[in-house]
């Protein structure tokens, strides 16, 4: 339903808009579409624009992201304000890969203003999706930080650990960042044995996820269980375990990659 694309209609009455206040995403609880709100509706609000980026298309109508001022104050019994999180398995899968889109594209016009090499003011180049520099001729695109996530099997049992740093109860699968010179497969064996001190082999892939908190895009795999206890590196991981697929405990839901890879192996058991 989403098509990408980075020039825009000359005129349209029929844009929709997803818009963002101090890095929260609005939703008009009124809506069926929820964050996507029409043109004639924005019109309305007497909001403040501050910076605005073409998207692409939601079905045949032109999308935009809006950033409105932190001093506006939205309509809180028609507008809710809150993170991605908070529509990650309450949308559909297309549109929360819009809104992550949406909110990475402000983020990295926001943080690219200027130069990072002579300090002059950047600009917006809308057909190639890249802020540029004209006094030195230095281009950015938008930035994309590649990693990994694995599920770890052992036959019946998954091996699923619990970040140290969220506050949930929740057991996922392993993930890491892909470092400089890295394969993903080199990457994934490494971070496995630093987070929980095991050896894998047999990796396959699996696919991929746009993960926007804020810019990842996670390649998933699925390994086999090599050798090597369970040795939690307590700063990343505060439990590690293998579980029987019939007796999980609370997992990630299925509209993340982490929730797929296991939904998926469980299936391939049955």
């Not at 509706?41 to 692409?56: P, S």
């Not at 520099?133 to 099997?153: E, F, G, K, Q, S």
Request: charged residues 20%; proline residues 6%.
């Amino acid at each position: 339903m989403f098509r990408p694309d980075n020039t825009p209609p000359e005129s349209s009455d029929f844009e929709l808009h997803i818009v963002f206040q101090g890095g929260q995403l609005l939703s008009d609880m009124r809506s069926r579409t929820g964050c996507l709100i029409a043109r004639e509706q924005l019109q309305g609000t007497g909001w403040t624009e501050i910076r605005r980026q073409f998207l692409g298309y939601w079905g045949d109508q032109p999308c935009y992201v809006l950033e409105i001022d932190t001093v506006d104050q939205p309509d809180p019994l028609q507008y809710q304000k809150g993170s991605l999180y908070h529509i990650l398995g309450r949308v559909d899968e297309q549109l929360f890969a819009l809104a992550g889109r949406a909110s990475q594209l402000l983020d990295w016009e926001r943080d690219h203003r200027y130069c990072g090499r002579c300090g002059n003011k950047m600009t917006v180049d809308h057909q190639e999706r890249a802020m540029r520099c004209d006094p030195c001729r230095m281009i950015n695109y938008p930035r994309i930080a590649p990693c990994v996530i694995v599920l770890v099997t052992r036959g019946e049992e998954l091996l699923l650990a619990r970040n140290a740093n969220f506050p949930q109860p929740m057991y996922s699968t392993l993930a890491g960042f892909i470092e400089a010179g890295e394969t993903a497969e080199e990457t994934l064996q490494r971070e496995v044995r630093e987070e929980v001190g095991v050896e894998v082999t047999n990796l396959r892939y699996f696919q991929s996820q746009s993960w926007p908190f804020p810019n990842q895009l996670m390649l998933g795999f699925f390994a086999d269980y090599a050798g090597g206890e369970i040795v939690c590196e307590p700063s990343e991981i505060a439990d590690a375990r293998w579980f029987h697929y019939s007796e999980l405990p609370m997992i990630p839901p299925a509209s993340s990659i982490s929730g797929q890879l296991i939904q998926h192996y469980i299936e391939t058991l049955n």
